[in-house]
């Protein structure tokens, strides 16, 4: 009865949700074109039986870098595809995988447009990363007897308390032999309160900090480094968002009284508020130069604007301090293991719930540490500059940290191989079968 109401609701949302889509299509040109995937609409896989992966969005597709490359070298002969549901994921996809894995939008949560999916799809495991409950998706998943792993998942109180409220749905959501691969044992134990069997749920850890940094783009932001600002102290701000570019400018004007040539990388978290920021800059009168100009900035120059895509990671291997944004204003922080694992020192504002535990591995090592302002900012960034070395020393704990951590691929590819790998009865049959019986 309560699928049948949940149905039934989403019919009623569909419309407003259209709506919505078309609107953000307006103003946004990355929204264009992906309606008719929403509705299920998407090109069939490369061949029937791929391994679908779903990550939702930028932090969730780079945490699925390592995984797939896992699941790529395990078994070679079966095709990947990733879904995400938002266009920035998308276009972090491309980049990291290009033709290799193609790239599709998650349906909306319909039955038809479920059923057009997975129709085109025709996976045969489906693993989503982190916590994301469809019902009538699981629920088709489970019809087709598709196996279903979420991946890295997690579960807060808060969401415990809100599942509670909706038991009988999602019990039934969580009863088509889904295999749940847990972040944390507190998390085991929610998944177990809202349903999820008991035996199909483990603790597998963390895929986001199996994270690997490519050499190549590693090189990229030493060469950036070596060619533009080689004796410069250089901090990045990553994935900023309105509300922090004032921060950042007065804390970065402050590093500037004691350190006259240091350089900001300012990297913008959305493509479409690179020229409010451009304007920003101007009315502070800051001396600016942007990616997308094709310039690098000279001892004139105090800010580095990154106004293009997908180069964070780069940007973040050119800098001696990085602050990971999102956290001064009320978002939940960004990806805090991109510069950890590059070996920096990491500065946050409080807002850190998106990934709490990962902010609390890198605090307890001492390579985290949380600001609440603008002024706070600038202090901490100056004491790195000033002491080299004792940045450096924060940075390596915290890369030791997240080193130690490791492990959650392999334990996720244990976990989905048997759902890959033929039955020993079906390889002998097989295996009769292309010796004509002999």
Same mark, same amino acid.
């Given at each position: 009865?309560?699928?049948?109401?949940?149905?039934?609701?989403?019919?009623?949302?569909?419309?407003?949700?259209?709506?919505?889509?078309?609107?953000?299509?307006?103003?946004?040109?990355?929204?264009?074109?992906?309606?008719?995937?929403?509705?299920?609409?998407?090109? =069939?896989?490369?061949?029937?039986?791929?391994?679908?992966?779903?990550?939702?969005?930028?932090?969730?597709?780079?945490?699925?870098?390592?995984?797939?490359?896992? $699941?790529?070298? !395990?078994?070679?002969?079966?095709?990947?595809?990733?879904?995400?549901?938002?266009?920035?994921?998308?276009?972090?996809?491309?980049?990291?995988?290009?033709?290799?894995?193609?790239?599709?939008?998650?349906?909306?949560?319909?039955?038809?447009?479920?059923? !057009?999916?997975?129709?085109?799809?025709?996976?045969?495991?489906?693993?989503?990363?982190?916590?994301?409950?469809? =019902?009538?998706?699981?629920?088709?998943?489970?019809?087709?007897?598709?196996?279903?792993?979420?991946?890295?998942?997690?579960?807060?109180?808060?969401?415990?308390?809100?599942?509670?409220?909706?038991?009988?749905?999602?019990?039934?959501?969580?009863?088509?032999?889904? $295999?749940?691969?847990?972040?944390?044992?507190?998390?085991?134990?929610?998944?177990?309160?809202?349903?999820?069997?008991?035996?199909?749920?483990?603790?597998?850890?963390?895929?986001?900090?199996?994270?690997?940094?490519?050499?190549?783009?590693?090189?990229?932001?030493?060469?950036?480094?070596?060619?533009?600002?080689?004796?410069?102290?250089?901090?990045?701000?990553?994935?900023?968002?309105?509300?922090?570019?004032?921060?950042?400018?007065?804390?970065?004007?402050?590093?500037?009284?004691?350190?006259?040539?240091?350089?900001?990388?300012?990297?913008?978290?959305? =493509?479409?508020?690179?020229?409010?920021?451009?304007?920003?800059?101007? !009315?502070?009168?800051?001396?600016? +130069?942007?990616?997308?100009?094709?310039?690098?900035?000279?001892?004139?120059?105090?800010?580095?604007?990154?106004?293009?895509?997908?180069?964070?990671?780069?940007?973040?291997?050119?800098?001696?301090?990085?602050?990971?944004?999102?956290?001064? +204003?009320?978002?939940?922080?960004?990806?805090?293991?991109?510069?950890?694992?590059?070996?920096?020192?990491?500065?946050?504002?409080?807002?850190?719930?998106?990934?709490?535990?990962?902010?609390?591995?890198?605090?307890?090592?001492?390579?985290?540490?949380?600001?609440?302002?603008?002024?706070?900012?600038?202090?901490?960034?100056?004491?790195?500059?000033?002491?080299?070395?004792?940045?450096?020393?924060?940075?390596?704990?915290? !890369?030791?940290? +997240?080193?130690?951590?490791?492990?959650?691929?392999?334990?996720?590819?244990?976990?989905?191989?048997?759902?890959?790998?033929?039955?020993?009865?079906?390889?002998?049959?097989?295996?009769?079968?292309?010796?004509?019986?002999?």
């Amino acid at each position: 009865m309560m699928r049948v109401i949940y149905v039934t609701f989403t019919y009623l949302l569909a419309p407003l949700a259209v709506a919505m889509e078309g609107w953000k299509a307006l103003w946004n040109p990355d929204y264009r074109g992906r309606l008719h995937q929403r509705l299920g609409y998407v090109e =069939p896989s490369p061949a029937p039986g791929c391994i679908w992966v779903h990550a939702v969005s930028v932090g969730e597709v780079q945490a699925s870098a390592a995984l797939i490359r896992a $699941l790529e070298q !395990r078994f070679p002969g079966i095709p990947v595809i990733v879904t995400t549901v938002t266009p920035t994921g998308a276009q972090r996809a491309r980049a990291l995988f290009g033709a290799r894995v193609p790239h599709r939008y998650l349906p909306y949560d319909l039955p038809g447009a479920v059923r !057009r999916f997975l129709d085109r799809t025709q996976p045969r495991v489906a693993i989503i990363l982190e916590t994301e409950i469809w =019902p009538t998706l699981y629920h088709e998943l489970g019809r087709r007897r598709i196996p279903l792993v979420m991946a890295s998942a997690r579960v807060s109180t808060r969401s415990v308390d809100r599942y509670r409220r909706m038991a009988k749905l999602f019990r039934e959501t969580l009863s088509h032999g889904i $295999l749940i691969g847990a972040q944390t044992p507190a998390d085991a134990e929610r998944f177990r309160t809202i349903g999820a069997a008991h035996d199909r749920v483990r603790v597998t850890g963390n895929v986001k900090l199996d994270l690997d940094i490519p050499e190549s783009t590693v090189a990229a932001g030493r060469a950036f480094r070596a060619g533009c600002a080689a004796s410069r102290p250089v901090w990045i701000a990553g994935s900023t968002h309105e509300g922090e570019e004032d921060a950042l400018l007065a804390a970065h004007e402050r590093v500037c009284t004691r350190h006259p040539e240091a350089l900001l990388i300012l990297v913008p978290r959305h =493509p479409q508020r690179f020229d409010a920021v451009k304007a920003l800059l101007r !009315r502070r009168g800051r001396s600016f +130069v942007s990616r997308s100009s094709g310039d690098r900035p000279d001892r004139g120059h105090g800010v580095y604007l990154v106004d293009t895509l997908g180069e964070l990671q780069m940007f973040y291997a050119a800098a001696d301090v990085a602050f990971v944004a999102g956290s001064l +204003v009320p978002i939940g922080g960004h990806n805090l293991l991109e510069p950890a694992v590059l070996g920096l020192p990491i500065l946050s504002g409080p807002h850190t719930q998106n990934a709490q535990d990962i902010a609390d591995l890198l605090q307890d090592a001492g390579a985290l540490r949380i600001v609440r302002s603008g002024a706070e900012l600038a202090q901490r960034v100056e004491e790195w500059f000033s002491d080299p070395a004792l940045g450096r020393t924060a940075g390596a704990a915290g !890369r030791h940290a +997240v080193e130690q951590s490791r492990g959650a691929v392999d334990r996720l590819v244990a976990m989905v191989s048997p759902l890959l790998e033929p039955a020993p009865g079906a390889r002998s049959a097989a295996g009769l079968a292309s010796s004509g019986g002999r």
